[in-house]
């Protein structure tokens, strides 16, 4: 069975297709033995619909619910670095009303069914697509290392003059769970406009706002705007003792987004949706395929 997919649409099998509940993936894998040392091992999910449990060498590592957001565990401790991993995976596919999207379970009473039977159930036009939707990935990385960012770009209006791009962050890090000083671990964050140029950068602090003077707003496509989908890049050097320990970069946009009686407002113009939906399982690495396809009916770019 292909990772990612879905199961129970790359078949014409009618019982695959319509299997609702359990199914199982399993494979095996070797890790370098250098991870062993001072490395931290992240197993990373990107979607699994619905809800997922998943085991590595039998024994328990997370549980996750809902198809549509990632989800990860640290599995260093439960890693073989001198012989193969066992990774299982079970995935359940139910739809009940407490699900996106929802659904029902009807269990008929009588004689011509048999005890335990049950019927999926969907309350409106829809394919339950069903399996781990995206990459599957085990992250090696250094200790310490960032855990997370927290970022939160805005466009600011002034009425002494143009809008600035304000962007408040928030570097988190593994640095003092692994034992070190606060003050030994600063962070040096620069941010980059499309063209690679540096248009922010800070010095030691891993806690901080970026003010964007004349900023290159995001725009979707369909808009007036001459440059459509204007991200700048958030790059985050983690250090120890003045020493470089870890690098993480995150992409991200400008702009403004405000709902008015008349539509909605993207940086204070009037957008129009044109387009079509996806389902869960599209890879979003073939957008331009998609987008081609989009002009090709007419969209606007």
């Known amino acids: 069975m292909p990772v990612p997919s879905s199961y129970n649409d790359i078949t014409q ?9 359990w199914v199982w993936y399993q494979r095996t ?9 001072n490395r931290t091992l992240v197993l990373r999910f990107d979607s699994v619909h619905y809800f997922a449990r998943v085991w590595l060498n039998g ?12 989800f990860e565990a640290d599995v260093t401790l439960l890693m073989n670095f001198s012989s193969p991993n066992l990774l299982t995976v079970a995935v359940n596919n139910t739809l009940t ?13 009588g004689p011509m069914y048999p005890s335990g039977y049950f019927r999926q159930e969907l309350i409106f036009d829809f ?27 805005e466009v600011v209006t002034r009425l002494d003059g143009p809008a600035v791009g304000n962007v408040w962050y928030v570097v988190e890090s593994s640095a003092n769970n692994s034992g070190f000083a606060a003050a030994n671990v600063s962070c040096a964050v620069k941010i980059f406009d499309k063209d690679g140029t540096i248009v922010f950068e800070s010095g030691s602090s891993c806690t901080g706002t970026a003010d964007l003077d004349s ?23 983690l250090l120890v003792d003045s020493h470089v320990v870890d690098i993480y970069r995150q992409s991200f946009g400008l702009r403004s987004v405000k709902v008015e009686a008349d539509g909605l407002y993207i940086n204070d113009k009037l ?13 979003y690495k073939c957008f331009r395929e998609h987008l081609l396809l989009f002009l090709n009916m007419g969209g606007k770019r």
């Open 215 to 237: 900023p290159r707003l995001w725009w979707p496509i369909g808009s007036e705007s001459q440059e459509v989908g204007h991200m700048y890049q958030l790059e985050v050097i």
């Open 13 to 21: 099998e009618k019982n695959l297709r319509d299997h609702v509940g």
């Open 59 to 70: 024994k328990f590592v997370v549980e996750h619910e809902g198809g549509h957001l990632p």
């Open 29 to 37: 894998f070797i890790v370098p033995r250098s991870w062993s040392h």
């Open 271 to 283: 957008f129009y949706f044109c387009g079509f939906g996806k389902h869960e399982d599209f890879h």
């Open 97 to 109: 009303p407490f699900t996106l999207p929802c659904g029902q379970i009807v269990r008929p009473v």
């Open 127 to 153: 394919f339950n697509y069903a399996g781990i939707h995206r990459s599957v990935c085990l992250l090696s990385l250094p200790e310490p290392h960032v855990t997370g960012l927290l970022l939160h770009p």
